[in-house]
């Protein structure tokens, strides 16, 4: 019997759109209000899925202690109340909620091995939100 499970994580984060292979205009017309120097933060939401067969023993599919030490330890630890722009995971890369979705997943699919990962939703705000199930190249 094959079930999902998810859990729910808060942590807040500031970033700034911004490509630098673009010139100010374009990073004005292309990001708009998230292009301002001086940034602006989010408190997210994260959403993270697994899989896996029940244990008969104990009825679970993974413990979710070990799933709450591994997204506290590789995701929230990392990224809570940091400057995302600043972060190493973003060299090259626009701190964007969809590209901080997917550095998450990859993360957790090399961090967390005690059920399959499935998933990561990220809420950005009240009226958006993204998901990343994997099938891009590891980028961490
Ligand atoms: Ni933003």
């Known amino acids: ?5 998810t859990r729910r994580y808060l942590f807040s984060a500031s970033h700034r759109l911004h490509c630098d292979g673009l ?3 374009e990073n004005q017309a292309t990001y708009g209000k998230c292009n301002n120097p001086h940034g602006h933060g989010h408190n997210y939401a ?14 679970m599919i993974c ?6 030490r591994s997204v506290q330890s590789e995701v929230l630890e990392r990224f809570d109340h940091e400057n995302l722009n600043y972060r190493s ?8 909620t969809e590209n901080l979705s997917e550095v998450i997943f990859n993360i ?11 998933k990561v939703r990220l809420e950005e705000t009240m ?8 099938g891009a190249e590891l980028r961490v």
């Open 23 to 25: 010139s100010e205009p």
């Open 127 to 134: 009226m958006n939100s993204f998901e990343y199930a994997g």
């Open 46 to 59: 994260l959403e993270v899925t697994v899989s896996g067969q029940v244990d008969p023993a104990t009825g």
């Open 89 to 96: 995971e973003f060299d090259g890369l626009v701190p964007t």
């Open 108 to 118: 957790l699919k090399q961090s967390f091995t005690a059920a399959h990962l499935e």
């Open 63 to 68: 413990n979710l202690s070990d799933l709450d």
């Open 1 to 5: 019997m094959k079930v999902h499970l």
